[in-house]
């Protein structure tokens, strides 16, 4: 089941077990992604990739541990609650991510695979990381790591 389908029916479980909180992270999922659908139209593309759509929650899911940092500086425990049960709802959608070990051995065949010598060749690295770990590889920890290896 792909996860354009997945929103729909959990959304319909959450609302018969009168999950409110769970209930709202979903609505603002499927609003987001229409959203999405329509910023897409005017390329051609009725409804956006399944990859867009984990682009999507992965965004979806960074705001929000950004918004928990300025909460906690806020001193608002209250609002960090609902924010991190929203990441909890939102990263149930994502696909399980690589551990240190396999991202670094990913990290290394792609250097390997690209013949990248220097930091220059950093974009060639990147490129054969996302076309083959995209889903699972979290790319914002993954540059420096790939910085760290080609600099060293």
Do not use: C, W
Not at 28 to 47: C, F, H, N, Q, Y
Not at 62 to 76: A, I
Not at 135 to 140: G, N
Request: zero cysteines; aromatic letters at 2%; charged letters at 30%.
């Amino acid at each position: 089941m792909s996860l354009r389908d997945q929103f729909p029916e959990q959304l319909k479980a959450a609302m018969r077990a009168a999950d409110a909180p769970r209930v709202s992270t979903l609505r603002m999922i499927l609003a987001k992604l229409k959203d999405t659908d329509i910023a897409s139209r005017p390329k051609g593309v009725p409804e956006v990739a399944e990859e867009e759509i984990v682009a999507m929650l992965r965004g979806m899911a960074k705001s929000r541990r950004e918004s928990v940092d300025l909460y906690r500086q806020g001193n608002r425990p209250d609002l960090v609650a609902k924010e991190q049960a929203e990441i909890a709802v939102i990263e149930g959608f994502l696909p399980q991510q690589m551990d240190d070990a396999a991202t670094a051995d990913a990290v290394a065949a792609a250097i390997a695979e690209s013949g990248a010598a220097s930091v220059k060749d950093m974009g060639k690295v990147m490129a054969v990381l996302k076309s083959r770990h995209g889903a699972t590889l979290d790319m914002a920890k993954v540059g420096p790591m790939v910085r760290a290896k080609l600099g060293a």
